[in-house]
């Protein structure tokens, strides 16, 4: 965060040239802001800013919070999701008081995020995109900062797992039916075909996201 106090400024003249300075968040005045989509998170410890002697406060908090997003998996695992995180202060409108701005443009968010961003883990981070708008409550304008990010699951995993398994299955369950194999082997193999479908599907119970308006097509077949 940068914002801009004309009243705490100085001449580095006339204090042994010292030009900045650090000191508590609750020293001067700090913009009190929040993230919308946040349900859980933790608080940083690095409570300081610094003061430049023009009156520039800077600050810079490490945050750790779990946001709520909506998925849409009918696709999985080829599924894309887009997830929003919003800052806000609903304490000063926008018109008069507080407005929030971006200072660096989507492309280099992106680029700083990619470089933070797990390489190994289930999601691929693809898309970051920035919009500044206002948010009206009571007749009221608040200026809001959204960042749209989206993420595109790796399905290297789910194809080994589920999906290979559950065509062969299938596979194999038509080349029996339609084979030259007598009755009674035919409906003995069904069964064994009928037990590892069960098993599959317990383990496609507890693979699968459950968070969604639409089951997956994975699931529902």
């Known amino acids: 965060q940068e ?9 580095p003249r006339d204090f042994c040239n010292i ?7 609750d020293t001067y005045w700090s913009p009190p802001i929040f993230v919308l989509e946040r349900v859980n998170g933790q608080n940083p410890e690095l409570n300081y800013m610094v003061l430049m002697h023009n009156g520039s406060f800077s600050s810079t908090q490490p945050f750790q919070v779990t946001l ?5 998996i009918l696709k999985f695992p080829f599924d894309t999701q887009t997830c929003n995180l919003s800052i806000a202060s609903f304490f000063y409108p926008a018109v008069t008081d507080f407005v929030m701005k971006t200072r660096r443009t989507s492309a280099e968010m992106m680029k700083d995020s990619q470089s933070f961003f797990l390489t190994d883990g289930e999601w691929k981070f693809t898309n970051l995109s920035i919009i500044e708008y206002m948010e009206m409550i009571e007749e009221k304008g608040f200026s809001v900062v959204t960042y749209v990010i989206s993420m595109e ?17 299938y596979l194999l369950d038509m080349a029996v039916l339609f084979g030259p194999s007598s009755l009674e082997e035919k409906i003995n193999f069904q069964i064994a075909i009928i037990l590892g479908s069960s098993m599959l599907a317990v383990i496609l119970n507890n693979s ?13 077949h």
């Open 208 to 220: 699968l996201p459950t968070s969604s308006n639409k089951p997956p097509i994975i699931g529902t």
């Open 68 to 72: 709520t997003c909506s998925l849409i």
């Open 153 to 169: 699951r790796r399905p290297t995993l789910y194809i080994l797992n589920l999906i290979l398994p559950t065509c062969a299955l």
């Open 3 to 11: 914002w801009q106090n004309p009243f705490a400024t100085w001449d």
């Open 19 to 25: 030009s900045e300075i650090v000191l508590p968040m």
